[in-house]
């Protein structure tokens, strides 16, 4: 860095401490941006909270491997790798940063070598003549069968898009926003004085210059906030409050606006997805399940499937989420009630469903039907030939009565 830039920086650190520089007649302020990097993207609490709703949804799935004809093989050593990635990554936390990454950077690179599965960084990407793709990490080429480029599909075949390409913009708009009003608060209300001087201002005037230094030092000391600072003033000079340069309804108009558009970028209508959470949470988790969660899981299953058993294997990673999950409790009963007397499940199945123990006997592992789900018509031939005889003992005895 050279000379001038140091001295605009120190000048620059000034103006951000004190509020001006040092020379009252040339006096200029500098309004912070925010600008978008890596460290501070999930600063903006609404593009956290749905970053978390998407990648918690990922992160709490069942991660099963099954062969060609959808059967799930058991123990499968890949599972190992998969519940114990790497050293420093669990599988909840490698699924989650697969998905942050993945919608903020629109691509993740998972990479597999034989033990452990790692995401890396800083990937450089090529296709070359024969179509195919090289991929080199600081110089250094890759093999392609240890890694795959998972990518957020566009208009591009060879990158994916993300958040912080698509929505820079507004990101950054919004992130500014917040912090302009988050600063302003945080100083108190931003309180700027304004001094008035019926004298006309001279440069030249040492004098003065001490003065109006002295009463900027006064101002600049009161940090407290019940603190009560008197600065006499002579004839000709007047202090007043300034109004802030930021509009606190204009602000919060602007984030009402564009904090929204944030969601569409992550495949989400905010109005719709906030309208559900608030009248029912099933239907908001099973939207954002169809979304946006779904083909970020198809696309998973299929890298991960091809990474781990190449193009000829028929065996497929699958990643299963129980929707019942999302549903109530008083919900579920009802759901297992219904699923028993229409022959779907067993009730130990429905016991296990609303986390009971099975039963494991002879009746609790039956399926049953309810006699109002027949037709009418077809009540006596489902009906059991033990319950026929019963009948018709009992109508001879009550004939007997008679």
Do not use: W
């Amino acid at each position: 860095m050279g000379l001038r830039d140091r001295v605009s920086n120190f000048l620059l650190k000034q103006v951000e401490k004190r509020g001006i520089v040092e020379d009252i007649f040339s006096s200029s302020a500098r309004y912070g941006g925010h600008y978008l990097n890596d460290e501070n993207i999930l600063e903006s609490s609404d593009v956290y909270e749905l970053m978390q709703d998407i990648s918690n949804q990922l992160m709490l799935a069942d991660i099963v491997v099954e062969d060609d004809d959808g059967n799930e093989i058991k123990n499968h050593h890949v599972l190992n790798v998969i519940r114990n990635p790497n050293h420093y990554l669990t599988q909840s936390e490698l699924i989650k940063l697969m998905t942050n990454t993945y919608l903020l950077e629109g691509e993740v690179f998972p990479v597999y070598d034989g033990q452990q599965i790692h995401l890396a960084n800083n990937v450089a990407t090529e296709i070359d003549d024969r179509l195919i793709e090289h991929f080199k990490i600081g110089g250094t080429e890759i093999p392609q069968f240890l890694i795959r480029h998972i990518k957020n599909i566009g208009t591009n075949h060879l990158k994916g898009v993300g958040l912080k390409q698509l929505g820079k913009s507004t990101l950054e708009g919004v992130m500014s926003a917040e912090k302009a009003l988050t600063d302003k608060y945080t100083k108190g209300g931003l309180m700027a004085f304004l001094l008035v001087l019926d004298a006309h201002i001279n440069p030249s005037n040492s004098a003065q210059s001490k003065l109006i230094k002295r009463i900027l030092d006064q101002l600049e000391s009161i940090d407290q906030a019940h603190s009560v600072k008197m600065i006499p003033l002579g004839k000709g000079y007047k202090i007043e409050t300034m109004k802030s340069p930021i509009d606190d309804d204009k602000t919060l108009a602007y984030l009402n606006v564009y904090k929204k558009d944030l969601g569409k970028f992550l495949g989400i209508n905010v109005d719709t997805y906030t309208a559900l959470t608030k009248s029912d949470l099933e239907k908001a988790m099973m939207y954002l399940h169809n979304k946006a969660v779904r083909p970020i899981m198809k696309n998973f299953e299929d890298h991960m499937s091809l990474l781990f058993f190449g193009q000829d294997s028929k065996e497929r990673i699958k990643f299963k989420i129980n929707i019942l999950d999302f549903v109530p409790y008083s919900t579920k009963t009802n759901i297992a009630y219904n699923m028993v007397r229409t022959m779907i499940t067993s009730p130990d199945d429905s016991r296990e469903m609303l986390g009971f123990q099975r039963l494991n006997t002879e009746e609790s592992s039956k399926l049953y039907i309810s006699k109002d789900l027949i037709g009418g018509e077809d009540l006596s031939s489902s009906t059991d030939d033990s319950l026929k005889g019963g009948d018709k003992k009992n109508a001879e005895k009550n004939n007997e009565g008679l």
